[in-house]
């Protein structure tokens, strides 16, 4: 968009400081987590021009940094579609700026990375490089895409968190879509439950593509009974 270093760093400060508002105001009543959600340098979708893990690092490294010294209090690195990069900002986060780090997968049809690499495979590396990861989610990809992968249960106990996407159309297919794919709210809070059971440390609940707040009403209706017991 042209911004130089300076704009951008307070465009990240006002965000921020627009959610700890809004937390100051909720005091008492609710308990908010200030967190940086990281994307993908490029595509969300597709691989393209990967990075290695120290390279990823250093080019997350000043945003994270920025966000950190406006107070921010947790990153979430979200639709990572490799290895190396997930690997950079969790680094970048925790050895950088101090704060916890969460990663979140993007997975095709298959339930593999759009880089071919496995999820359990992805979890394990990114653990034994970084160590200092809170827990793993998984987003932009329909409950059925995934669900057969989570038997391993060195990878489950490690899934705190899924955003998943109300669409089973694969990532291709949606981006060549010409409608937003809502799916069945209904449908897809049946799938949150279901994961719930497969996931001990689920924790984050939450959408990504074609999800509105029909969805995540239907979600919390029908897991969080479920969460508090």
């Not at 989570?150 to 089973?168: K, M, V």
Request: aromatic share 4%; proline share 4%; with cysteine.
């Amino acid at each position: 968009v042209g911004y130089d270093l300076e704009q951008l760093a307070n465009s990240n400060t006002r965000g921020i400081e627009l959610i700890a508002g809004l937390r100051d105001e909720l005091s008492g009543e609710i308990d908010v987590v200030l967190n940086l959600p990281v994307g993908p340098r490029g595509d969300g979708y597709a691989p393209g021009d990967m990075m290695s893990a120290s390279e990823a690092r250093d080019y997350h490294a000043w945003q994270i940094g920025v966000a950190a010294d406006a107070g921010t209090e947790i990153v979430t690195a979200l639709t990572m579609t490799y290895l190396e990069e997930a690997q950079g900002i969790a680094a970048a986060a925790a050895a950088g700026a101090g704060l916890p780090a969460v990663v979140s997968f993007t997975v095709e049809t298959d339930g593999r990375l759009p880089s071919g690499m496995t999820l359990a495979e992805a979890v394990r590396r990114t653990d034994d490089a970084v160590g200092a990861v809170a827990y793993y989610m998984i987003n932009c990809a329909h409950p059925s895409h995934f669900a057969a992968v989570l038997d391993d249960a060195g990878l489950a106990s490690r899934i705190g968190g899924i955003r998943a996407n109300a669409s089973r159309l694969s990532h291709a297919e949606l981006d060549e879509a010409a409608e937003l794919d809502e799916g069945n709210p209904d449908e897809l809070a049946s799938d949150y439950r279901k994961l719930l059971r497969a996931l001990p440390g689920l924790c984050a609940l939450g959408g990504c593509c074609g999800t509105d707040h029909r969805h995540i009403d239907a979600i919390a209706r029908e897991c969080l009974p479920l969460m508090r017991r």
